[in-house]
């Protein structure tokens, strides 16, 4: 008897803007998931990576959706719709993100980066959540650390992206909790957030090339936008350290380093927002969003530092006052030379 199809009530949606060598191993860890009615949606930001056996994103697709349909025949669970889409030219991670929201299809949506995995039984604990109190957001357990040779996992000493609320929050004191009281992350990962809300958040973004801080931007209005918030300590994440653009890899090229400029894309939306909404937004609120943006410029200055290569150090320097402003960028740097 072939299994009935339903309708997803999660969009697993997985980003992909560079090379692929760990989406096998993401997609095994979909392909596990025990919850009945999901999709996955994955959009390529014009990628041209191949994992460390030649095969291409779209290959690697292919095989995890056969063994995904195994997997589940096995467990007399409905087959899981695997849907690639693929931008022509690169846009960035915002209009990734953007693109993923418009070709999901279900009430629920949860973030999944290429390089990371979700741990066994993190869909149906996150639903169950959702459901037991109508949440916008359920926000679930994270473990930072890395692979070793033999593919097991190896937990950090610290999680410094897993900051978590075990808690019920409703209101604005979603936001106010999240800006001012830095009590949870603005990751997208590792949280189910209905669909809506990024529907609404996108309302306020315009077109923005951006590969930096996107989660800062999207959960800014996401969670000004959510009634209800509930951490849970189930473990659904495992977040892998040392392998996205933050990572401290020496910079090459301007065309990489552009990337890591675009974080100021992120404060300018936000900042054009508040003008415009200045009754919305509190005088805490407002201070707080200040030292962020400063934070952000510090660590792009940092990172222009540490890893850019000698020869391009002038080239990038003036490449990141184009993005944040000369005068910004002044400032900053005299109190980072004290």
């Not at 969003?289 to 320097?317: C, D, F, W």
């Amino acid at each position: 008897m072939v299994n009935k199809k339903i309708s997803p009530q999660i969009s697993v949606c997985i980003p992909l803007y560079d090379t692929e060598p760990f989406l096998a191993q993401c997609l095994h860890s979909v392909a596990v998931q025990d919850f009945a009615n999901f999709e996955v949606v994955i959009v390529s930001d014009a990628s041209r990576g191949r994992d460390d056996k030649g095969w291409t994103a779209k290959k690697i697709l292919r095989h995890a959706k056969r063994e995904c349909d195994k997997l589940r025949k096995e467990k007399g669970l409905p087959p899981v719709d695997f849907n690639f889409f693929e931008h022509s030219e690169n846009r960035g991670l915002i209009e990734v993100r953007r693109t993923l929201c418009s070709k999901a299809r279900a009430p629920y949506m949860t973030q999944l980066d290429s390089d990371d995995q979700l741990e066994e039984g993190a869909l149906s604990a996150m639903y169950q959540t959702a459901l037991s109190g109508d949440y916008d957001i359920v926000h679930g357990t994270s473990v930072a650390g890395y692979f070793s040779s033999d593919d097991s996992f190896v937990p950090a000493n610290e999680n410094r992206y897993g900051k978590i609320v075990y808690d019920e929050i409703t209101g604005h004191d979603i936001f106010h909790r999240w800006l001012v009281g830095a009590e949870f992350t603005a990751n997208t990962w590792g949280k189910l957030i209905k669909r809506e809300l990024w529907l609404r958040a996108y309302e306020n973004v315009p077109y923005t090339e951006c590969n930096m801080a996107d989660d800062v931007l999207l959960f800014f209005f996401i969670a000004q936008y959510a009634k209800s918030y509930k951490g849970i300590e189930k473990k659904v994440y495992r977040y892998r350290i040392n392998s996205g653009m933050s990572s401290g890899r020496k910079i090459d090229s301007l065309s990489k380093w552009k990337m890591i400029c675009t974080t100021a894309s992120v404060f300018t939306v936000i900042s054009q927002w508040c003008e415009n909404h200045q009754n919305e937004i509190q005088s805490d609120e407002l201070n707080q969003l200040r030292k962020m943006t400063s934070y952000y410029l510090g660590n792009n200055i940092k990172q222009m530092r540490e890893t850019v290569i000698p020869e391009l150090q002038q080239q990038a320097h003036e490449l990141l006052c184009e993005y944040w402003g000369e005068s910004f960028v002044n400032r900053v740097e005299e109190k980072l030379n004290k």
